[in-house]
């Protein structure tokens, strides 16, 4: 069993930056996939990215590559994502997800939190 939180969202300005942390209890996070979704009002929850157990490969949703980075901290058992360049589309409550076999799929991950809630305002 894993839990996780989320942290680390707000309200921020287009063009603005946010950190959001995914926080992990167990000593087994090393052994997960992580990802982060986002859920907009009225839309179905959707991929952002993933990476894999040591960190070393990281794959993103075209809507947010090269604006977003995902990395992880296995001694801290934290999960980041680095939200740079917002736009108000990114407005959604964003999820972070433990997995065992990875991907882009929700189906794909067992383990989730919460939610945290980011609002770019334009």
């Known amino acids: 069993q894993v839990q996780l939180v989320e942290s680390g969202g707000g309200l921020v300005q287009a063009g603005g930056s946010l950190r959001l942390s995914c926080a992990a209890s167990?000593?087994?996070?090393?052994?997960?996939?992580m990802a982060w979704f986002r859920q907009a009002p009225g839309k179905e929850r959707e991929f952002v990215a993933t990476?894999?157990?040591?960190?070393?490969?990281?794959y993103y949703a075209d809507s947010v590559k090269g604006r977003f980075t995902i990395s992880r901290d296995n001694a801290k058992n934290t999960v980041y994502l680095q939200m740079n360049s917002l736009k108000p589309e990114d407005t959604a409550n964003y999820y972070c997800?433990?997995?065992?076999?990875?991907?882009?799929?929700?189906?794909?991950?067992?383990?989730w939190g919460q939610g945290t809630q980011v609002t770019v305002s334009s």
């Open positions: 167990g000593r087994t996070f090393g052994t997960y996939d």
């Open positions: 990476i894999s157990l040591s960190g070393a490969l990281t």
């Open positions: 997800a433990a997995g065992i076999s990875g991907g882009t799929s929700r189906h794909a991950y067992n383990f």
